[in-house]
Nanobody, 115 residues
Framework: QVQLVESGGGLVQAGGSLRLSCAAS????????MGWYRQAPGKQRELVAT???????NYADSVKGRFTISRGNAKNTVYLQMNSLKPEDTAVYYC?????????WGQGTQVTVSS
């Protein structure tokens, strides 16, 4: 089993920045993908950004140029630096880890961007 703990959400004004963190623990494998997804009220959960263990990243078009996903030195932590935030970025942000064909989710952290 893998546990994911997110932190860093909050309330910010449009144009501001936030940094989300996600720490993985438990049965960790080196080959994995970690990522961030988000779900706004009344909408489906959507991909924000992912990073593979080799460092390759992928972003949703809506966040390209504004968000940056990265891994910590311990490789079990993933960050999401969010700049130039917009009200439409408001959502619950979830951390996800995929390894050995298993998918694990964090509990989610709320990000609210006021206009």
């Amino acid at each position: 089993q893998v546990q994911l703990v997110e932190s860093g959400g909050g309330l910010v004004q449009a144009g501001g920045s936030l940094r989300l963190s996600c720490a993985a623990s438990g049965s960790i494998f080196s080959i994995n993908t970690m990522g961030w997804y988000r779900q706004a009220p009344g909408k489906q959960r959507e991909l924000v950004a992912t990073i593979i263990n080799n460092g390759i990243t992928n972003y949703a078009d809506s966040v390209k140029g504004r968000f940056t996903i990265s891994r910590g030195n311990a490789k079990n932590t993933v960050y999401l630096q969010m700049n130039s935030l917009k009200p439409e970025d408001t959502a619950v942000y979830y951390c996800r880890r995929t390894q050995v064909n298993n998918v694990y989710w964090g509990q989610g952290t709320q990000v609210t961007v006021s206009s």
